[in-house]
């Protein structure tokens, strides 16, 4: 679980491609972005878009804000930092690896 909110964990809310298309939409924003406007990017219906925002939201990566009947978005990339620091963990095997496999392929030659 995520330390930050222990309601969901955030390589859960990321696993799903709506989900992380959401997440790239609020990046490009500048702003803060109402549901209507999330929800014209997608062929699904309002409702799922909604339930898609509340699995970021309870993981943290999505804020949310009444304006008016509006409720607004943006994005909190800070938990995504979790996701980062995982890769990075991983990136140093695949580099040590590659360097072996250069190295192997040196020697053959």
Do not use: C
Request: glycine content about 4%.
């Amino acid at each position: 679980m995520n330390e930050n909110n222990p309601l969901r964990d955030v390589f859960d809310a990321i696993a799903d491609p709506t989900r992380r298309q959401l997440i790239h939409l609020l990046a490009e924003s500048e702003d803060e972005v109402p549901l209507h406007e999330l929800t014209a990017e997608f062929e699904i219906g309002r409702t799922a878009v909604s339930k898609h925002l509340t699995v970021l939201k309870e993981a943290g990566l999505v804020l949310d804000r009444k304006a008016g009947r509006e409720t607004r978005f943006r994005l909190n990339a800070s938990p995504l930092q979790e996701v980062q620091d995982w890769v990075a963990y991983y990136s140093k095997f695949w580099r040590g690896n590659m360097l072996r496999l250069q190295q192997l392929l040196e020697e053959e030659e």
